[in-house]
Protein backbone atom coordinates (compact mmCIF):
# COMPACT_ATOMS: atom_id res chain seq x y z
CA UNK A 1 0.00 0.00 0.00
CA UNK A 2 2.55 2.28 1.03
CA UNK A 3 4.55 1.71 -2.62
CA UNK A 4 1.32 2.47 -4.33
CA UNK A 5 0.86 6.10 -2.98
CA UNK A 6 4.71 6.22 -3.17
CA UNK A 7 4.33 6.14 -6.86
CA UNK A 8 1.47 8.30 -7.28
CA UNK A 9 3.08 10.88 -5.81
CA UNK A 10 6.07 10.81 -8.02
CA UNK A 11 3.84 10.68 -11.20
CA UNK A 12 2.43 13.83 -9.36
CA UNK A 13 5.66 15.38 -9.00
CA UNK A 14 8.13 14.38 -11.59
CA UNK A 15 5.11 12.97 -14.10
CA UNK A 16 4.28 16.24 -15.72
CA UNK A 17 3.51 16.38 -19.38
CA UNK A 18 5.85 18.64 -22.10
CA UNK A 19 3.33 20.87 -23.08
CA UNK A 20 2.18 22.21 -19.79
CA UNK A 21 5.68 23.97 -19.23
CA UNK A 22 5.79 27.52 -20.71
CA UNK A 23 9.49 27.83 -19.07
CA UNK A 24 8.20 29.56 -15.82
CA UNK A 25 6.79 26.59 -14.27
CA UNK A 26 3.56 27.40 -14.75
CA UNK A 27 0.82 25.26 -16.12
CA UNK A 28 -1.59 25.88 -18.84
CA UNK A 29 -3.85 24.40 -20.93
CA UNK A 30 -3.28 24.95 -24.99
CA UNK A 31 -5.42 27.14 -27.11
CA UNK A 32 -8.81 25.51 -28.55
CA UNK A 33 -10.05 27.03 -32.00
CA UNK A 34 -13.69 26.32 -32.46
CA UNK A 35 -14.93 26.56 -36.51
CA UNK A 36 -18.62 26.84 -36.87
CA UNK A 37 -20.93 27.75 -40.05
CA UNK A 38 -23.47 30.19 -39.26
CA UNK A 39 -26.89 29.40 -40.69
CA UNK A 40 -28.49 32.32 -40.16
CA UNK A 41 -27.78 35.31 -42.92
CA UNK A 42 -27.42 38.68 -41.44
CA UNK A 43 -28.28 41.36 -43.49
CA UNK A 44 -26.91 45.17 -43.29
CA UNK A 45 -28.84 48.28 -44.83
CA UNK A 46 -26.47 51.40 -45.49
CA UNK A 47 -27.90 55.01 -44.71
CA UNK A 48 -27.59 57.39 -47.93
CA UNK A 49 -26.02 60.48 -47.27
CA UNK A 50 -28.36 63.11 -47.50
CA UNK A 51 -26.52 64.73 -50.11
CA UNK A 52 -28.21 65.95 -53.56
CA UNK A 53 -26.00 67.57 -56.69
CA UNK A 54 -27.63 68.96 -59.95
CA UNK A 55 -26.50 68.93 -62.84
CA UNK A 56 -26.16 72.24 -63.77
CA UNK A 57 -24.15 73.35 -60.56
CA UNK A 58 -21.39 71.11 -62.08
CA UNK A 59 -21.54 72.44 -65.64
CA UNK A 60 -21.18 75.88 -64.29
CA UNK A 61 -18.28 75.37 -61.75
CA UNK A 62 -15.38 77.08 -62.26
CA UNK A 63 -12.99 79.20 -60.55
CA UNK A 64 -12.49 82.88 -61.43
CA UNK A 65 -9.12 82.07 -63.32
CA UNK A 66 -11.06 79.36 -65.33
CA UNK A 67 -14.05 82.18 -66.53
CA UNK A 68 -11.28 84.55 -67.65
CA UNK A 69 -9.22 82.30 -69.66
CA UNK A 70 -12.48 80.79 -71.72
CA UNK A 71 -13.30 84.46 -71.84
CA UNK A 72 -10.17 85.26 -74.11
CA UNK A 73 -10.04 81.23 -75.73
CA UNK A 74 -13.55 79.82 -75.97
CA UNK A 75 -13.79 75.81 -76.18
CA UNK A 76 -15.00 75.18 -79.70
CA UNK A 77 -15.21 71.46 -81.04
CA UNK A 78 -13.29 70.90 -84.32
CA UNK A 79 -16.83 70.49 -86.62
CA UNK A 80 -17.87 73.84 -85.42
CA UNK A 81 -14.56 75.61 -86.12
CA UNK A 82 -14.76 73.93 -89.40
CA UNK A 83 -18.29 75.18 -90.46
CA UNK A 84 -18.50 78.59 -88.75
CA UNK A 85 -15.46 80.73 -90.20
CA UNK A 86 -16.70 83.86 -91.76
CA UNK A 87 -13.37 86.11 -90.74
CA UNK A 88 -13.26 87.33 -94.43
CA UNK A 89 -15.31 88.56 -97.78
CA UNK A 90 -13.73 89.90 -101.59
CA UNK A 91 -14.98 91.55 -104.04
CA UNK A 92 -13.54 90.35 -107.33
CA UNK A 93 -13.42 92.45 -109.98
CA UNK A 94 -13.80 89.95 -112.75
CA UNK A 95 -17.76 89.98 -112.72
CA UNK A 96 -20.07 89.73 -115.99
CA UNK A 97 -21.39 92.41 -115.63
CA UNK A 98 -17.67 94.72 -115.23
CA UNK A 99 -15.64 95.16 -118.46
CA UNK A 100 -14.26 92.73 -119.41
CA UNK A 101 -10.43 94.00 -119.57
CA UNK A 102 -9.73 94.19 -115.55
CA UNK A 103 -7.88 96.90 -114.42
CA UNK A 104 -5.83 97.95 -111.15
CA UNK A 105 -7.18 96.70 -108.02
CA UNK A 106 -7.20 93.37 -109.48
CA UNK A 107 -9.09 91.81 -106.14
CA UNK A 108 -9.96 93.81 -103.03
CA UNK A 109 -10.46 91.47 -99.57
CA UNK A 110 -12.49 93.08 -97.02
CA UNK A 111 -11.77 91.17 -93.57
CA UNK A 112 -15.10 90.84 -91.59
CA UNK A 113 -13.58 89.78 -88.02
CA UNK A 114 -11.36 92.37 -86.28
CA UNK A 115 -12.13 92.44 -82.74
CA UNK A 116 -10.05 90.87 -80.27
CA UNK A 117 -6.82 89.66 -83.33
CA UNK A 118 -3.33 90.32 -82.05
CA UNK A 119 -2.27 89.84 -85.86
CA UNK A 120 -3.45 88.65 -88.90
CA UNK A 121 -1.89 87.38 -92.65
CA UNK A 122 -3.16 87.41 -96.20
CA UNK A 123 -1.43 85.43 -98.50
CA UNK A 124 -1.91 85.40 -102.15
CA UNK A 125 -0.95 82.23 -104.32
CA UNK A 126 -0.45 81.10 -107.70
CA UNK A 127 -2.00 78.13 -109.33
CA UNK A 128 1.00 76.27 -107.85
CA UNK A 129 -0.16 77.02 -104.47
CA UNK A 130 3.33 79.67 -103.86
CA UNK A 131 2.93 82.88 -102.35
CA UNK A 132 2.89 85.85 -105.02
CA UNK A 133 1.93 88.37 -102.63
CA UNK A 134 1.66 88.86 -98.63
CA UNK A 135 0.16 91.50 -96.69
CA UNK A 136 0.36 91.18 -92.70
CA UNK A 137 0.26 93.21 -89.75
CA UNK A 138 -0.45 93.49 -85.60
CA UNK A 139 -3.71 94.34 -83.85
CA UNK A 140 -6.95 94.68 -85.88
CA UNK A 141 -6.59 94.44 -89.57
CA UNK A 142 -8.15 97.20 -92.04
CA UNK A 143 -11.28 96.91 -93.45
CA UNK A 144 -9.70 97.09 -97.12
CA UNK A 145 -6.73 95.41 -98.78
CA UNK A 146 -6.12 95.65 -102.21
CA UNK A 147 -4.00 94.06 -104.62
CA UNK A 148 -2.57 95.65 -107.61
CA UNK A 149 -2.16 92.44 -109.34
CA UNK A 150 1.89 92.83 -108.78
CA UNK A 151 3.67 89.78 -107.06
CA UNK A 152 6.44 89.97 -104.55
CA UNK A 153 8.80 90.45 -107.37
CA UNK A 154 7.28 93.14 -109.13
CA UNK A 155 6.21 91.06 -111.75
CA UNK A 156 2.43 91.08 -113.15
CA UNK A 157 -0.23 88.89 -112.88
CA UNK A 158 -0.08 86.43 -115.91
CA UNK A 159 -3.04 86.00 -117.49
CA UNK A 160 -4.77 82.79 -117.99
CA UNK A 161 -3.57 81.45 -114.48
CA UNK A 162 -5.74 80.57 -111.63
CA UNK A 163 -4.61 82.82 -108.59
CA UNK A 164 -6.33 81.90 -104.97
CA UNK A 165 -6.06 83.50 -101.24
CA UNK A 166 -5.48 82.15 -97.50
CA UNK A 167 -6.43 84.86 -94.64
CA UNK A 168 -5.26 83.96 -91.39
CA UNK A 169 -5.55 85.88 -87.81
CA UNK A 170 -4.82 84.90 -84.61
CA UNK A 171 -7.05 86.21 -81.45
CA UNK A 172 -5.62 87.54 -77.96
CA UNK A 173 -6.09 83.62 -76.65
CA UNK A 174 -3.66 82.75 -79.75
CA UNK A 175 -6.30 81.17 -81.28
CA UNK A 176 -5.34 80.62 -85.22
CA UNK A 177 -8.47 81.33 -87.70
CA UNK A 178 -7.65 80.19 -91.19
CA UNK A 179 -9.68 80.95 -94.27
CA UNK A 180 -9.06 79.52 -97.59
CA UNK A 181 -10.64 81.59 -100.45
CA UNK A 182 -11.79 80.53 -103.66
CA UNK A 183 -10.02 80.46 -107.16
CA UNK A 184 -10.40 83.23 -109.38
CA UNK A 185 -8.60 83.77 -112.76
CA UNK A 186 -7.92 86.97 -115.16
CA UNK A 187 -8.44 86.39 -118.57
CA UNK A 188 -7.79 90.36 -119.97
CA UNK A 189 -5.66 92.83 -117.48
CA UNK A 190 -4.93 96.73 -117.98
CA UNK A 191 -2.07 97.91 -116.03
CA UNK A 192 0.80 100.28 -116.59
CA UNK A 193 4.30 99.83 -117.26
CA UNK A 194 6.74 102.68 -116.30
CA UNK A 195 5.65 105.26 -118.88
CA UNK A 196 3.69 102.92 -120.82
CA UNK A 197 0.00 101.76 -120.73
CA UNK A 198 -0.15 97.61 -121.43
CA UNK A 199 -3.11 95.40 -121.84
CA UNK A 200 -2.48 91.56 -122.21
CA UNK A 201 -5.55 89.63 -123.22
CA UNK A 202 -5.34 85.54 -123.65
CA UNK A 203 -5.40 84.10 -127.04
CA UNK A 204 -8.15 82.05 -126.13
CA UNK A 205 -10.38 84.64 -125.84
CA UNK A 206 -9.25 86.21 -128.71
CA UNK A 207 -9.47 83.74 -131.33
CA UNK A 208 -11.52 80.96 -133.17
CA UNK A 209 -11.04 77.48 -133.70
CA UNK A 210 -9.35 78.04 -136.87
CA UNK A 211 -6.66 79.89 -135.28
CA UNK A 212 -6.67 82.94 -137.65
CA UNK A 213 -10.20 84.31 -137.11
CA UNK A 214 -11.63 86.70 -134.58
CA UNK A 215 -14.12 85.30 -132.43
CA UNK A 216 -17.23 87.25 -130.94
CA UNK A 217 -15.69 87.69 -127.92
CA UNK A 218 -12.66 88.56 -129.33
CA UNK A 219 -13.85 91.13 -131.48
CA UNK A 220 -15.60 92.69 -128.21
CA UNK A 221 -12.41 92.73 -126.41
CA UNK A 222 -10.32 94.64 -129.28
CA UNK A 223 -12.97 96.81 -129.86
CA UNK A 224 -12.24 97.44 -125.99
CA UNK A 225 -8.62 98.07 -126.74
CA UNK A 226 -9.16 100.58 -129.23
CA UNK A 227 -11.46 102.47 -126.99
CA UNK A 228 -8.28 102.73 -124.70
CA UNK A 229 -5.76 103.87 -127.59
CA UNK A 230 -7.62 106.52 -128.95
CA UNK A 231 -7.63 108.08 -125.73
CA UNK A 232 -4.31 108.50 -126.29
CA UNK A 233 -3.91 109.27 -129.50
CA UNK A 234 -0.21 110.47 -130.22
CA UNK A 235 1.09 107.79 -128.71
CA UNK A 236 2.97 104.85 -130.27
CA UNK A 237 1.12 101.16 -130.76
CA UNK A 238 2.79 97.74 -130.85
CA UNK A 239 1.04 94.09 -130.90
CA UNK A 240 3.35 91.71 -129.77
CA UNK A 241 1.32 87.97 -129.85
CA UNK A 242 3.11 85.19 -127.60
CA UNK A 243 2.59 81.12 -128.51
CA UNK A 244 4.09 78.11 -129.39
CA UNK A 245 4.33 78.39 -133.06
CA UNK A 246 5.98 81.49 -133.95
CA UNK A 247 4.50 81.57 -137.37
CA UNK A 248 1.28 80.94 -136.29
CA UNK A 249 1.81 84.21 -133.76
CA UNK A 250 3.04 86.67 -136.47
CA UNK A 251 -0.28 85.81 -138.65
CA UNK A 252 -1.95 86.45 -135.44
CA UNK A 253 0.22 89.77 -134.54
CA UNK A 254 -0.97 90.93 -138.05
CA UNK A 255 -4.41 90.41 -137.52
CA UNK A 256 -5.00 92.51 -134.63
CA UNK A 257 -2.78 95.18 -135.86
CA UNK A 258 -5.05 95.17 -138.99
CA UNK A 259 -8.10 95.33 -136.51
CA UNK A 260 -7.29 98.63 -134.75
CA UNK A 261 -6.19 100.19 -137.75
CA UNK A 262 -9.24 100.14 -139.40
CA UNK A 263 -11.49 100.37 -136.55
CA UNK A 264 -9.22 103.60 -135.33
CA UNK A 265 -9.18 104.73 -138.83
CA UNK A 266 -4.60 105.00 -138.54
CA UNK A 267 -1.85 103.66 -141.05
CA UNK A 268 -1.19 99.90 -140.00
CA UNK A 269 2.60 101.47 -140.31
CA UNK A 270 2.01 103.07 -136.91
CA UNK A 271 1.24 99.93 -135.49
CA UNK A 272 4.32 97.75 -134.48
CA UNK A 273 3.29 93.95 -134.80
CA UNK A 274 5.45 91.03 -133.43
CA UNK A 275 4.51 87.38 -133.22
CA UNK A 276 7.10 84.88 -130.69
CA UNK A 277 7.37 82.35 -128.55
CA UNK A 278 6.29 82.63 -125.06
CA UNK A 279 9.80 82.58 -122.69
CA UNK A 280 10.17 81.88 -119.21
CA UNK A 281 7.86 80.17 -116.89
CA UNK A 282 4.08 81.17 -115.67
CA UNK A 283 3.22 81.39 -119.28
CA UNK A 284 -0.54 80.32 -121.13
CA UNK A 285 0.09 77.15 -122.85
CA UNK A 286 -1.86 78.82 -125.33
CA UNK A 287 -0.17 81.89 -125.48
CA UNK A 288 -1.07 86.15 -124.91
CA UNK A 289 -1.29 88.87 -127.27
CA UNK A 290 -0.07 92.18 -124.81
CA UNK A 291 -1.13 95.39 -126.58
CA UNK A 292 1.00 98.48 -125.06
CA UNK A 293 0.13 102.31 -125.98
CA UNK A 294 3.56 103.87 -125.04
CA UNK A 295 4.00 106.70 -123.43
CA UNK A 296 -0.08 107.23 -122.02
CA UNK A 297 0.95 107.71 -118.69
Not at 44 to 53: D, G, T
Not at 142 to 166: A, M, Q
Amino acid sequence: MRKILFSLLYILIFAVPNWAEDGTGDVSLPDVVVKAKSKEKIEIEKAEPPLSVETYIIDEAKSPLDAQILEISPVQSVEVYLKDIPPLTTDQTIHPWLPPIVAQPVVVFFPQEGEGMIEWELVITDYQGEEVKKFSGKGRPPERIEWDGVDRNHRTLKVGFPCSYVYTAVDVGTNSHTYMGETFKVNAFKYPREDDLVVDIVNGKLFGEKGLNLSRNGSFLMGKVADIARSYPNSPISVTVYGQDASLAQKRADMLANYLSQDMVISTEGIKRVGKEPTGPGIDPGGYAQIVIAHAR
